[in-house]
């Protein structure tokens, strides 16, 4: 994959987890929020930082010291 397609996926990554922090940051604060959905949607915001880490890690450069 090429430098300006990872860098075009991180981005959009980042946004989605974003708006998962939002929607999680909602439904959190209803009083009576479904805990499994919840659940969900952490687990989920969870694989995209994974795959952001992943996906900075390929576009930085390798320092050998």
């Known amino acids: 994959m090429d430098t300006e397609a990872l860098r075009v ?3 959009q990554l980042r946004q989605e987890h974003r708006d998962l922090d939002v929607a999680v ?3 959190a604060a209803t009083s009576n929020h479904d805990v499994l959905q919840l659940q ?3 687990k ?3 694989m995209i930082k994974d795959r952001i880490m992943v996906l ?10």
């Open 25 to 27: 940051e909602a439904l």
């Open 44 to 46: 989920k915001k969870l």
């Open 9 to 11: 996926e991180l981005a």
């Open 40 to 42: 969900r949607l952490k």
């Open 56 to 65: 900075e890690d390929q576009l930085r450069p390798d320092i050998i010291a």
